[in-house]
């Protein structure tokens, strides 16, 4: 995995535009292709929802996403 870069904090406020990206490693991307397409939805769905269901398990449960893993 590539090293991590630390980011000046910012005293502004910024708005995000819901765009953020990922790095993986191969395997990662693969066995995402692997686990989304058996759930019939895109890595990017699939990754979406489990960012979700970390960040608001209640609300993941309530949409029926508590099969992703």
Known sequence: MPKTTKVAKSS???Q???IFLVRVTPVM??????????EG??????????????LFP???AKKGWESTK
């Not at 991307?29 to 058996?38: F, G, M, Q, V, Y």
């Open 12 to 14: 502004k406020k910024t």
């Open 16 to 18: 995000t535009n819901g």
């Open 29 to 38: 991307h693969t066995e995402l292709k692997k686990i989304s397409a058996k």
């Open 41 to 54: 939805i895109s890595v990017n769905e699939y990754c979406r929802r489990a960012l979700f269901k970390s």
């Open 58 to 60: 209640k609300d993941a």
